[in-house]
């Protein structure tokens, strides 16, 4: 066979157990990433209920501009069907239990500074 195949474990021949894991420089790196996965610690609890995919879209990205990762839940009904009003185009953005209390703080701090910034006043 060649060299390529013996890349392939399982399909062409055996690895042996003795050989190091292809996959041990990519463990590293990615050990210090924040994912959702690994534990019940880490569990994708939902921190924003979105009216519409568009405001779950922008919720998502500004908690990724924090470095939060969040994905949407509810987005593949309202682009299947074209809900994009009431109670079934509800989008919910989610992101890992140990980051929620963080990514609240951001949204809540947004909310209060959009609740404080009154429109100018038109002069007549």
């Not at 924040?34 to 922008?58: F, I």
């Amino acid at each position: 066979m060649s060299a390529w195949a013996d890349n392939f474990p399982g399909l062409f021949r055996r690895r042996n157990p003795m050989d190091e894991s292809p996959l041990t420089n990519a463990e590293s790196d990615t050990a210090s990433m924040t994912t959702t996965g690994g534990g019940l610690d880490n569990e994708p609890v939902v921190v924003w209920e979105a009216a519409n995919l568009m405001e779950a879209q922008v919720v998502k990205g500004r908690l990724e501009s924090e470095g939060i990762p969040a994905l949407i839940r509810g987005e593949a009904l309202a682009t299947i069907y074209g809900l994009t009003a009431g109670n079934l185009a509800v989008a919910k953005v989610l992101v890992p239990a140990p980051l929620a209390d963080k990514a609240l703080a951001l949204l809540v701090d947004e909310t209060d500074a959009d609740e404080l910034t009154e429109p100018p006043e038109a002069t007549h």
